[in-house]
């Protein structure tokens, strides 16, 4: 399985941009917010800026919501995703880490084994 590029974090889009980009209203991105679903960075002002990553998790949540499932629903499922997510990365460093002890174990015998 390869791993898609992620979606880049920095804050972008005001929040008119942001919702012609994913298509939907002003007040449904108000909304995803209010939810929890969308967490848009804020300027010194209070303005909000949505990243690529957040446009991305609206699109998200948009496509769950048009599928039926309620808002509190999408929040669980978002939820489990964001910790498979991590979840993911951990153990692909622990399979990493785990295969450098046993190189290392390996080499240590091969030392040990040796006249």
């Known amino acids: 399985m390869t791993e898609q590029p992620q979606p880049s974090s920095r804050p972008l889009y005001a929040i008119s941009v942001a919702a012609e980009l994913v298509g939907l209203p002003v007040p449904t991105l108000r909304l995803y917010e209010e939810k929890g679903l969308v967490t ?7 303005t909000r800026r949505y990243s690529d ?28 995703q964001d910790d498979n997510a991590d979840l993911s990365h951990r153990n ?16 240590l015998r091969r030392q040990r084994d040796q006249p």
């Open 92 to 107: 692909r460093g622990l399979r990493r880490r785990n295969t450098e002890l046993q190189e290392d174990n390996a080499r």
């Open 53 to 80: 990553a957040d446009l991305a998790r609206i699109a998200r949540v948009s496509e769950l919501v048009e599928s039926g499932v309620t808002l509190a629903a999408v929040a669980m499922v978002l939820d489990l």
């Open 40 to 46: 848009p960075e804020r300027t010194e002002g209070g």
